[in-house]
C-alpha cells in the first residue's frame, strides 16, 4: 500500500505524451489542449482608441464650452485635429484625432443651445486606451499547453490564430469485470447487479477530453478477460478496468496483466475510497484496474486516470483545482490509516457540509455533492472551522 | 442603472421554460438538464452482500479456526448455511451465505497448514451491506433539473435509466455589430480590430449546453442591423448582440429592438465591467445587447445569460458556485459606485491573488486567470485575508 502522493507521481512518471496534433476550428477548440504558443501579429489596441463614448478633446479646455468639429465612427479614420476650443463626437472603440488628449464621456456632457458642448463631470479620466497597452506585437499571451476555454478563444480570434493546433485526443478502452454485472437496460435478478461503473467511465473519459471505447462487460473467466485486456492494449492508449483487481480467488487481473507484458507498478493505495488500485504500463500504453464499487471508481479516475489523459495531451495544468473551506461542522472518522475522501456540500456561507456516505458503494451520495473533500492520512478528528481540500465535481 | 441583482432578478422573472424534451442515451445526457425525477425499480444492494474479499462467519467463532465450506464469487448464490466453526470463502460484491453475520476481510486471516482459517485482526465490523442500505424501491435519488455530470449516471445506470430523458438545448443567435469588426482569418487595418466576441459566444453557448447560431459580424446601419436581430429573433430562442448598445450616435440597436417589438427591460447595469448591457424580452424570445469589449461581454454572458439558458432548459441549479476565499494582498480601487469584477489566481494557498486588469477590453488577463472576484457596491478597500466571492472559470 503507498500513499495516494507516491501513487500519483509513480503515474505522472510513466505517461508518454501522445505526439500527434491536429488543426481545428476555433468552435472546435474548445475544451482542446492548446499545442503551439499563441503569438500576436498585432499591437492591440492596434491603435490609441477611446474606451467610452464622448468627446475627445484637450483636458486644458475643459472648462469652456466646445465646437464639434467630426464625428469619429469606429472602424473610421479622423479626418480632423483638435485645436483649442474644439472636440470631435467619438464612439467607443473608435481611433483618437490628433491633438485631444483625453475622451469625456458623453453622459458628463451637456448640448448647450448654440450647438457647442460643455463638461459637467469633475475630474476626468483619459479614457484613452494607448496602442499596444494590452499585447506588444510578437509577445505570447497564450501558451502550449492551455486547456481552451472560451476566454481563451477570444485571445486567439484576436490575434488571428483562427486554426489552432491541438494534441490529438487519448483513446481509452473501459472494460467493467464481473459475472455479476448486467446492463442498465436489464433488470438484475438474484445476485446480479446493474453495471454503472462502465457508463460512468464513459462520461469520464467524455469529460476529461479524451475518446471512450467502450468494450461491453467483460466475464469473470480468465480466458475472456486475457482476450478482452489484449485488444483493448492494442486499439487504444490507456486501458481502464473496473472490479477484479483486489485480492479474491477470481480476481486474476493482475495475473493477466503480467502476461500480456503489463509492468504491475502499484496494486493498492492508502485511499478510502479506492484501496483496491492496480496500475502498469506496457510500453507506452497505461492501464488502471480501478475498484469495483462505483464511488472508488469515480474518485480513482478523478485522481489518477484523467491526469494522466491530460499530461499524455500534454496540459500545462494536469490536476484538478481543489480549494481550502472551512468544516461547518465537527468531523470524525473511526480509523485514520488511509487519506480519507468524503462526499460534501458546499453551502451559502462558503462551509463544508459533510454528506451522509454509507462507503464505497453508495453512489447516491454523490447525487447532490458539490465536492470530494479530503481527511489527511492520520487525522481522526476536525473542528468546525478548520480547513479542508475541497475537490469541486 | 440598476444593481446586478435587481438585473438578475429581472432576467429571472422574464425566462419561459422550454417546453421541448427529447429521450437521449446515457452517455449522451452528459451536461444534459435532466427532465424527470429518477425512480429507484430496485433495492440497492439487491441483496446482503459483503463489502469486501474475505470468509463469511460468525462472530462469535473468531477465536478459533474456521473450515472453509464454500466459495461464494461475485454473481453466484451460496448454497450452504454457516454453522459453528466453519466460513465461506466470499468475493467482493457477492451475497452473504445464510448464518452469517460478518465477514472477514482476506488480509486479516491466515491460512492454517491443515486448510482451516484463523481470524489475525483485531475488533472486526461486519463489513456486510445491508438490503436496501443505499436506496429502497420507489425512492428518487435524482431530481427532475439535475444538470448530468458522470456520478448522475451512475446512478441512473444502476437504477435501469438507460434512456433518459432530457430538455432540449436552446437555440442562441449571436450577432457580433460594428463596421470596425473584421474576422479572426483578416489582418486588421487602420481602425479595424478582429472580431473576438462572437467566437468567444459561440464557446460560452456550447459550454452552457445550448446551441450556438452564429450569424456573422453585422454592419453599422439601421437596415442590416434590423434585419439580422429579425432574423434572430425568429429563428432562436435567446437573441444576443455584443457592442452597439451603449450611447454613442450610431448605437441604435435599442431604437430597433423596439420597432421588433422588443420591450427593453434595463439597459444599464451597476457593475464593472459590463455597465452598458441591455436586456429585453419579446414574447417568449430574450435578446441580449451585451458590452462591445471582450472581456465585458464574457463577464455578463456567465452572470446573466448563462443562467438564462439554464433555467428555459429547467435546470434546478442555474447559478454558478462561488467560492469565498481569502485575498493574498491588500486590494483597493479609485471608485465604488459599482460591484467590481476583476480577474485573479487562486494561489497554492488557496488565497485570491489579483491579476494585473487594464480594464474590459483587456482580455489577455484572462489567459492565466482561474476566476473572477467581486468586489461589492461601495467598497473601495480590501485588506489581506478578507474573504472574496470568487467564480472559477
Known sequence: MISLDKAIRIVEQSVTALNSEERVSLSESLNRVLRHDVVSDINMPPFRKTAVDGYACRAADLDNPLTVIEVIAAGTTPQKTIAQGT???????????????????????????????????????????????????????????????????????????????????????????????????????????????????????????????YHGIVGDTEEVTEKAIARALAESDVVVL????????????????????????????????????????????????????????????????????????????????????????????KRAERLGLFPVIVNDKGEVEPLEFHGSAHIFSLAKATGIAAIPLGVKELKKGELLDVRPI
Chains 1, 2 share one sequence.
Open 242 to 333: 473496473t472490479g477484479g483487481v483486489s485480492m479474491g480467488d477470481f480476481d486474476y487481473v493482475p495475473r493477466i496483466m503480467e502476461r500480456l507484458g503489463v509492468k504491475i507498478l502499484f496494486d493498492s493505495i492508502a485511499v478510502q475510497p479506492g484501496k483496491p488500485t492496480t496500475f502498469g504500463v506496457a510500453g507506452n500504453k497505461l492501464i488502471f484496474g480501478l475498484p469495483g464499487n462505483p464511488v472508488s471508481s469515480f474518485v480513482q479516475f478523478e485522481l489518477l486516470v484523467k491526469p494522466a489523459l491530460l499530461m499524455m495531451m500534454q496540459c500545462n495544468e494536469p490536476y484538478a483545482r481543489t480549494y481550502k473551506l472551512p468544516l461547518a461542522i465537527d468531523y470524525s472518522r
Open 87 to 213: 472636440c470631435s463626437k467619438i464612439m467607443t472603440g473608435a481611433p483618437i484625432p490628433n491633438g485631444a488628449d483625453c475622451v469625456i464621456p458623453v453622459e458628463d456632457t451637456e448640448l448647450l443651445s448654440d450647438g457647442t458642448i460643455r463638461f459637467k463631470g469633475s475630474k476626468p479620466k483619459s479614457n484613452i486606451c494607448e496602442l499596444g497597452e494590452d499585447i506588444k506585437i510578437g509577445e505570447s499571451p497564450l501558451s502550449k499547453g492551455t486547456l481552451i476555454k472560451p476566454q481563451h478563444i477570444a485571445i486567439m480570434a484576436a490575434l488571428g490564430c483562427h486554426s489552432p493546433i491541438v494534441s490529438v485526443r487519448p483513446r481509452v478502452s473501459i472494460l467493467p469485470t464481473g459475472d455479476e454485472l448486467v446492463e442498465p437496460t436489464e433488470i438484475p435478478q438474484g445476485s446480479k447487479i446493474r453495471n454503472s461503473n462502465g457508463h460512468q467511465l464513459i462520461a469520464q473519459v467524455i469529460s476529461a477530453g479524451a475518446i471512450p471505447m
